[in-house]
């Protein structure tokens, strides 16, 4: 958090942006980390040198003994990025990595557990469970998908449930997942869909099931940006095919386009690609499931386009490194969602219709929302991010719309900064 707010993000919610940038620079000062700011033993237990922070002592996280240490003051908020910035990002995320795997080594030395499972914030840094579970520590990884403090909603609703059970058995096996793919949250039925789009004047198209998920994957295959919002809200931070923002990963300009048209955020922030389980080794080093967005994993090199190695920072941006380009980072890496079936039905369908029109299994996913708002919840959130952006369609429920048809853009509702 302490670097996070050093790179000019907010504390408690811009850290997954600092593990985003990191990609873009080199480690040059993790060897500094080390000497200065924090004594990691190897049982991953840690010590910081508080001679560097100030966050015991007043309203900022680092000292001006931290800014000479970097060589510079820290970035003010919607400033350029420096290179220094990108190389302190990466140096940090290294260093958090280190520690997060003598961690689960001492971990598993202890226990003799086969299997892992992970909650709290740094758990989200998907780039560090990627490693995990590529260092074979473990023979399985869970990661809860709220994790954070959001996820403590969930063990105090699991606590009630316990003790007002009075201590039930517990399950041994638990097939399939019983977080139930995070569907926790509420859903709309057509009628009540409907009310909201008829009370916002909207012009839409009912559909069958069939017809509105081939009209939608011929509209993604055309480069169209869909808005879709189906079925229970997932809990968490992750949008996992039910309340997404969906594009062609095949796209050139699909990236750039989402981060500053629609979702109105930083350029260099990268998506995620929701893949069909079954065709995930395809694309992806990955041969686990990661159905809640929370594992990175390097690009397949069959995938892998030749770049320009002496392009460095921003520029790295631009170039086309994958048949994904709009899914695949800057280290040819991707945070993969993989979609089951018997997990995620809707989703799964237009995956497998995606495919069937464009050979592709994979699709851009990312949460529906701008930037400094909440994830979309009802139908009226939906309509009303939808006709104040640039996405070009969207599917909810059996309805689908096109932003070009509509009649005007309408008020949007009133929201306190949450992280984004």
Same mark, same amino acid.
């Given at each position: 958090? &302490?670097?996070?707010?050093?790179?000019?993000?907010?504390?408690?919610?811009?850290?997954?942006?600092?593990?985003?940038?990191?990609?873009?620079?080199?480690?040059?000062?993790?060897?500094?980390?080390?000497? =200065?700011?924090?004594?990691?033993?190897? @049982?991953?237990?840690l010590r910081l040198n508080l001679e560097y922070f100030h966050f015991l002592r007043g309203l900022c996280m680092t000292n001006s003994k931290f800014d000479r240490l970097f060589?510079?003051?820290?970035?003010?908020?919607?400033?350029?990025?420096?290179?220094? =910035?990108?190389?302190?990002?990466?140096?940090?995320?290294?260093?958090?990595?280190?520690?997060?795997? #003598?961690?689960?080594?001492?971990? *598993? *030395?202890?226990?003799?557990?086969?299997?892992?499972?992970?909650?709290?914030?740094? /758990?989200?840094?998907?780039?560090?469970?990627?490693?995990?579970?590529?260092?074979?520590?473990?023979?399985?990884?869970?990661? *809860?998908? +709220? /994790?954070?403090? &959001?996820?403590?909603?969930?063990?105090?609703?699991?606590?009630?449930?316990?003790? #007002?059970?009075? @201590?039930?058995?517990?399950?041994?096996?638990?097939?399939?997942?019983?977080?139930?793919?995070?569907?926790?949250?509420?859903e709309f039925n057509d009628d009540e869909i409907e009310s909201v789009l008829q009370r916002h004047k909207a012009v839409y198209r009912k559909l069958d099931r069939d017809s509105?998920?081939?009209?939608?994957?011929?509209?993604?295959?055309?480069?169209?940006?869909?808005?879709?919002?189906?079925? #229970?809200?997932?809990?968490?931070? #992750?949008?996992?095919?039910?309340?997404?923002?969906?594009?062609?990963?095949?796209?050139?300009?699909?990236?750039?386009?989402?981060?500053?048209?629609?979702?109105?955020?930083?350029?260099?922030?990268?998506?995620?690609?929701?893949?069909?389980?079954?065709?995930?080794?395809?694309?992806?080093?990955?041969? &686990?499931?990661?159905?809640?967005?929370?594992?990175?994993?390097?690009?397949?090199?069959?995938?892998?386009?030749?770049?320009?190695?002496? &392009?460095?920072?921003?520029?790295?941006?631009?170039?086309?490194?994958?048949?994904?380009?709009?899914?695949?980072?800057?280290?040819?890496?991707?945070?993969?969602?993989?979609?089951?079936?018997?997990?995620?039905?809707?989703?799964?369908?237009?995956?497998?219709r995606f495919d069937e029109i464009t050979g592709c299994p994979v699709l851009m996913n990312t949460s529906f929302n701008v930037r400094g708002e909440p994830v979309v919840c009802?139908?009226?959130? +939906?309509?009303?991010?939808?006709?104040?952006?640039?996405? @070009?369609?969207?599917?909810?429920?059996?309805?689908?719309?096109?932003?070009?048809?509509?009649?005007?853009?309408?008020?949007? *509702?009133?929201?306190?900064?949450?992280? @984004?």
């Amino acid at each position: 958090s &302490a670097f996070t707010a050093y790179c000019g993000f907010r504390i408690n919610s811009g850290e997954y942006k600092l593990m985003g940038l990191a990609p873009y620079g080199e480690p040059k000062y993790v060897d500094l980390i080390f000497d =200065h700011l924090v004594e990691v033993k190897e @049982d991953g237990s840690l010590r910081l040198n508080l001679e560097y922070f100030h966050f015991l002592r007043g309203l900022c996280m680092t000292n001006s003994k931290f800014d000479r240490l970097f060589g510079g003051p820290r970035r003010k908020p919607e400033t350029p990025v420096e290179q220094r =910035h990108m190389d302190v990002a990466r140096s940090i995320q290294e260093v958090a990595e280190e520690i997060m795997l #003598r961690l689960a080594r001492h971990a *598993q *030395q202890v226990t003799g557990q086969k299997n892992l499972c992970m909650a709290g914030g740094v /758990a989200l840094n998907c780039v560090a469970n990627g490693k995990i579970l590529r260092e074979k520590i473990f023979d399985r990884i869970w990661i *809860q998908p +709220a /994790a954070g403090d &959001a996820g403590g909603a969930l063990g105090a609703a699991l606590a009630v449930w316990h003790m #007002r059970k009075g @201590d039930p058995k517990p399950r041994t096996v638990i097939q399939p997942d019983a977080m139930q793919g995070a569907f926790l949250g509420p859903e709309f039925n057509d009628d009540e869909i409907e009310s909201v789009l008829q009370r916002h004047k909207a012009v839409y198209r009912k559909l069958d099931r069939d017809s509105l998920l081939d009209e939608v994957a011929e509209l993604l295959g055309n480069e169209k940006i869909v808005g879709w919002v189906q079925g #229970r809200m997932e809990f968490g931070p #992750r949008a996992l095919g039910h309340r997404s923002i969906l594009g062609d990963p095949r796209s050139p300009k699909m990236q750039s386009i989402l981060n500053l048209k629609v979702k109105y955020r930083e350029s260099f922030r990268p998506f995620a690609p929701a893949v069909l389980l079954e065709r995930t080794a395809e694309f992806f080093e990955l041969d &686990a499931e990661s159905p809640y967005m929370l594992i990175v994993a390097p690009v397949q090199p069959s995938q892998r386009l030749e770049v320009d190695s002496q &392009a460095s920072g921003l520029e790295r941006l631009k170039q086309l490194r994958s048949s994904l380009p709009a899914v695949t980072h800057v280290d040819y890496s991707a945070r993969v969602q993989t979609v089951s079936e018997a997990q995620n039905p809707d989703f799964h369908a237009i995956l497998k219709r995606f495919d069937e029109i464009t050979g592709c299994p994979v699709l851009m996913n990312t949460s529906f929302n701008v930037r400094g708002e909440p994830v979309v919840c009802t139908p009226d959130d +939906a309509y009303r991010c939808f006709v104040n952006t640039e996405m @070009d369609y969207l599917a909810i429920g059996n309805f689908l719309l096109e932003r070009g048809a509509q009649p005007q853009k309408v008020v949007k *509702q009133k929201f306190h900064p949450v992280p @984004d």
